[in-house]
């Protein structure tokens, strides 16, 4: 991935916060005579130093865990907030008009080695942790338990789990800090604004990226 040094995120713990809040990756593989993309939501886990590990499980029936070549490199890339911005929002438009659009965005990229595992306990620990997480904010949770056994064994015996040790992490936080000081306040009090409401959560989030950096 291409990153100028103003756009690197190198902090470990930053990126793996992008990663919990935006779990569904896209996978990425080297099958037997192409490239394969698959998206699936991971667990992202801080162990083992430095990197962490990803977690996840994909439908027996896709021949990922078949295909994929012992010790080949994956690629797992999360994609945070991301919006448009409009030349509109920087006061250097009005000054000498020599301004274009651009897009901000996070992303991290996760490489490592993918491991597939077929243990039905793993499984079961894996999918409730999973469901838990996700069904925390509601009022009622769901949890794993509440289906009957017969039918959890079912569907775990249709499943396969992997977990990756991730060997590298790159961050890229295009957030507009290639502009000068006033364009980027600019663009805070644009997106603030919600001058898109169709985007108000990444708009919301870019901005306080930005913010943080100004």
Not at 8 to 31: C, D, F, K, N, Y
Not at 36 to 63: C, F, Q
Not at 94 to 119: N, S
Request: aromatic share 8%.
């Amino acid at each position: 991935m291409y990153t100028p040094a103003q756009f690197e995120e190198s902090r470990v713990e930053v990126m793996q916060a992008l990663m919990r809040a935006h779990p569904l990756a896209t996978l990425v593989t080297q099958g037997e005579s192409a490239l394969v993309a698959d998206h699936i939501p991971v667990e992202t886990a801080a162990a083992p130093a430095p990197w962490g590990t990803l977690r996840g499980h994909i439908a027996r029936a896709n021949p990922l865990w078949r295909t994929c070549r012992d010790g080949a490199q994956s690629l797992a890339i999360f994609q945070g907030p991301q919006i448009y911005i409009t030349p509109s929002f920087y006061p250097t438009k009005r000054e000498t008009g020599e301004v274009v659009p651009t897009w901000d965005y996070a992303v991290v990229h996760a490489r490592g080695v993918l491991r597939f595992i077929q243990d039905a306990v793993w499984l079961h620990a894996l999918v409730s942790r999973l469901t838990d997480a996700h069904e925390a904010p509601r009022a009622a949770p769901w949890k794993v338990g509440d289906a009957p056994p017969a039918y959890i064994d079912k569907m775990l015996a249709a499943i396969v789990g992997f977990e990756m040790t991730i060997e590298s992490l790159t961050g890229k936080w295009k957030v507009s800090q290639n502009r000068g000081p006033a364009d980027r306040r600019g663009v805070i009090e644009g997106l603030r604004a919600g001058a898109d409401a169709r985007d108000s959560a990444d708009a919301r989030d870019i901005a306080d990226m930005l913010g943080s950096r100004t």
